[in-house]
């Protein structure tokens, strides 16, 4: 089971689809601890995205307009530099730095390996990871900060556990759906550390972090382009 | 809500030719959401650059100009604008002395600023970055994200581009602006909430008994809800933890900013600055200069906010030098 471009294709649009799905129970959350607009850039930024995606035209055509992304680092900086350039905040250099870092770590593990374009499970976990230390780089969170990490990180670290137990990769990205999930409801409790709403003190307590919100339906689209793949 | 809007989805591109069309000295890039200094790149001058979320107009398009600002960066509302933007802003406005990024101390907007000096500085412009982070309603900085940047900001790109404009290097005028905000200390208030366009409700609900002290710029809660009080009061309620963290007494005095947030009159922003010189006067706190009206504003939000700045010779000079933007013009 490996992860080529049509799978991260899959992963990316799945998200997209998530999160436009979920627009307004994001720009909610952050309504209570933030400024009201989670939802609404991290939806103008993946719009964007799959529009990058739609523009390029199938190979027979390649004449015509810009060819696919032909690797999985190609794909996913791609992915980086939209939303950078066009999600804005906080969400903008986050999630664009953690996909511009999964991209050099995939474009090393390819180049090393010579599998061209496939990622493999252990691959694929690790680009996720390379992902995730950008996020820190970025943004100096720490575990219960009350942010992102605390979704994300369990989620990884919940991959590469399954994945070294022997769990096939799409078993392992339902563990790390469940362990994002659960990292999301936790920071319901915490206090805020990080971002804007470090700025309400105890007053953030008992709210659920929109960026946690996001970053666990990130996973769960993982999931489930894996999942699809293998029907 | 009601607003005077189109679509939600056009309100900064349409705001930004309104500018372009109202104030033909200024150069609108509305590909990038950019307002320009007509004659920028200045030779030789240290460029300016800022930006921000939109809804704090004037902040920070309607201080481009003479004296000011070289370049503002718009964010769609409420949202740090992205590194594109601060990028092509720095290489446009670089007249060869080097740009300074004046940065409020937000989480977004530091992170997409440190992303565009990273670009830029692998475009061989010389940056220097100074943030803003005056509002002392953010306490226990080591839990948060550091105290927020608001009022100053405006003093800090009043003050560092008539540095700037002297001719002063890019060390120095940097210098400038981190002496401006380290001396500044900010608090505001609401009486409202106000509505982002593309959420179309307020962003949290205030009884109409009751105020929030302690807020920022963009409609997010404060630290503390209490029951409305008169102007007296809520002057105090400002002004005690502002005093309370900086020695405002003695040197040359201060410059004394009473900020309206966007929905609150004017008549009410000068009985309020009646309120503030009263008991800088009681305190001991000599007022150099002034400012009052809208600078920096959360949309529609009713509140005002009061900046203290404690200024020496220099400040006071450099406050006092020529300045022609949209929304501060004097001695041109």
Redesign the interface.
């Known amino acids: 089971m490996t992860v080529d471009v049509d799978a991260l294709e899959r992963w990316i649009r799945g998200f997209a689809g998530l999160v436009a799905a979920n627009r307004e129970l994001l720009?909610q959350l952050d309504?209570a601890?933030?400024?009201?607009?989670h939802g609404?850039?991290m939806d103008?930024g993946m719009t964007a995205v799959v529009a990058a995606l739609d523009s390029v035209q199938p190979a027979s055509a390649a004449a015509l307009g810009p060819a696919p992304p032909a690797s999985a680092a190609a794909l996913l900086k791609q992915v980086g530099m939209t939303l950078?350039?066009?999600?804005?905040?906080?969400?903008?250099?986050?999630y664009g730095t953690f996909f511009l870092r999964m991209a050099t770590a995939a474009g090393d593990v390819t180049a090393a390996t010579g599998t061209g374009a496939a990622l493999d499970g252990p691959a694929f976990a690790k680009a996720l990871r390379a992902g995730l230390e950008g996020v820190v780089a970025?943004?100096k969170a720490e575990a219960g900060d009350k942010t992102m990490y605390d979704a994300l990180a369990p989620a990884v670290d919940a991959l590469d556990d399954a994945l070294a137990a022997g769990a096939p990769l799409g078993e392992a990205l339902r563990r790390a759906t469940r362990a994002a999930e659960a990292g999301r409801d936790a920071t319901i409790p915490m206090?805020a550390?990080?971002?804007?709403a470090?700025?309400?003190?105890e007053?953030s307590v008992g709210h659920q972090d929109p960026g946690a919100t996001s970053s666990a339906l990130l996973i769960a689209a993982a999931a489930a382009a894996v999942a699809e793949g293998r029907r | 809500m009601k607003k005077l809007i189109n679509d939600p989805a056009d309100v900064l591109a349409e705001a930004l030719r309104g500018i372009a069309a109202a104030h033909p000295e200024l150069r609108v890039d509305h590909q990038h959401k950019i307002i320009y200094r007509g004659d920028a790149p200045v030779r030789g001058k240290v460029g300016l650059v800022s930006g921000g979320?939109s809804g704090h107009e004037p902040l920070h398009g309607g201080f481009v100009g003479t004296g000011m600002l070289d370049a503002a960066c718009a964010?769609?509302?409420?949202?740090?604008?992205?590194?594109?933007q601060m990028l092509a802003a720095t290489t446009q406005v670089d007249g060869g002395a080097g740009v300074l990024h004046i940065v409020k101390n937000?989480?977004?907007d530091v992170?997409?600023f440190?992303?565009a000096a990273e670009l830029a500085a692998e475009t061989g412009v010389d940056v220097v970055a100074v943030v803003t982070d005056d509002d002392v309603?953010?306490?226990?900085s080591l839990?948060?994200?550091g105290r927020?940047g608001v009022g100053v900001t405006v003093l800090v790109e009043k003050i560092a581009g008539a540095a700037a404009e002297q001719g002063r290097g890019l060390g120095e005028v940097a210098d400038v602006a981190r002496r401006v905000n380290a001396n500044g200390r900010s608090m505001g208030v609401a009486l409202t909430s106000c509505a982002?366009p593309?959420?179309g409700a307020p962003?949290?609900d205030l009884p109409q008994t009751e105020m929030e002290i302690g807020i920022?710029i963009?409609?997010?809660?404060g630290?503390q809800r209490v029951p409305l009080a008169p102007a007296r009061q809520i002057a105090e309620y400002l002004l005690d933890p502002i005093l309370g963290d900086l020695d405002f007494t003695g040197g040359d005095g201060v410059i004394a900013f009473v900020n309206g947030m966007g929905g609150t009159p004017l008549i009410e922003l000068y009985l309020m600055y009646n309120e503030v010189v009263t008991i800088l006067d009681k305190a001991g706190v000599q007022v150099a200069r002034s400012l009052v009206g809208p600078y920096i504003t959360s949309l529609e939000m009713a509140g005002c906010s009061v900046t203290l700045l404690r200024v020496d010779d220099e400040l006071v000079r450099l406050w006092d030098a020529p300045v022609r933007t949209p929304a501060l013009r004097w001695g041109l």
């Open positions: 720009t309504s601890i933030g400024d009201a607009d609404v850039n103008r950078v350039s066009t999600v804005g905040g906080a969400s903008g250099p986050l970025r943004g206090r550390r990080k971002g804007r470090s700025y309400l003190g007053r | 979320g964010g769609e509302v409420f949202t740090s604008p992205v590194p594109d937000y989480t977004g992170m997409n440190e992303m309603a953010v306490q226990d839990y948060t994200a927020r982002v593309a959420a962003t949290f920022g963009h409609g997010e809660p630290r």
